[in-house]
């Protein structure tokens, strides 16, 4: 079973450049996610979709933009990439039609570096 | 502010017990929860606690305390692959899942 797919794995990106982070379920999740996770510091939120139409803001979501046209996407969009923007990116889902157990399932992480 | 506190880094010897303490501030509380990361990899869910007690689950129990905001996670028997990072998280007024930066774990032979 595929769960969750991040792509790409990793990623060098030039500073100023766009790039789009995608990720892919298969569970029929209503809920996703998509967090970054730098040393020393929690994972942190930065968008969330609860049901494919609607999308929030997180804790960090300034420099970043997501979409949700469907169950199964949520891609994460870098406009113009930072420096600080280099992290560890996870996606994330999790089935809230049971109520908000909170328990997540997420990707294998994508790792971007901004130079 | 919201807060989770736990412990950087603890070393344990394999075969020992080793308990994961975690401390927590939040705007409301919806339940905790600890998930293992190994390097590399995603996290992976262990626990969730609502209620006061012990959850036992195999050779993993999690304790939870509402009144003293405060966890921990028990490791019985420790292997080698348990070697990992213990992440700390509660679900807030608002059920959002604030994260503790986590606890890394060294178990040595």
Redesign the interface.
């Known amino acids: 079973t595929a769960g969750i797919t991040q792509a790409p794995t990793s990623q060098i990106l030039a500073a100023g450049r766009s790039m789009t982070l995608r990720c892919t379920q298969d569970m029929r999740h209503n809920a996703m996610y998509w967090y970054r996770q730098d040393l020393g510091l929690g994972l942190r939120l930065i968008h969330y979709s609860n049901t494919a139409g609607t999308t929030g803001k997180g804790e960090v979501p300034d420099g970043y933009s997501v979409s949700r046209a469907n169950t199964d996407d949520f891609p994460l969009t870098l406009a113009s990439a930072v420096p600080s923007q280099t992290s560890v990116y996870f996606c994330a889902s999790s089935d809230s039609s049971g109520g908000a157990t909170g328990e997540l399932f997420f990707g294998e992480g994508s790792r971007l570096t901004v130079l | 502010g919201q807060n ?1 506190d736990q412990p ?1 880094e603890m070393t344990a010897t394999e075969g020992a017990i080793v308990q994961i303490n975690c401390t927590y501030q939040t705007s409301g509380f ?2 905790l ?1 600890w ?1 293992q990361q190994h390097a590399g ?5 262990l626990s ?1 606690n609502v209620l006061d007690g012990l959850e036992e689950k195999g050779r993993f129990s999690s304790f939870l305390s509402r009144s003293k905001g405060y966890s921990y996670l028990l490791l019985k028997e420790l292997q080698m692959k348990d070697s990992a990072s213990y ?1 700390c ?1 509660v ?1 807030d007024s608002n ?8 606890t890394k774990l060294i178990i040595k032979p």
């Open positions: 989770i950087t919806n339940g929860f998930y990899e995603a996290p992976t869910f969730y992440l998280a679900m059920y959002q899942l604030i994260w503790g930066a986590g």
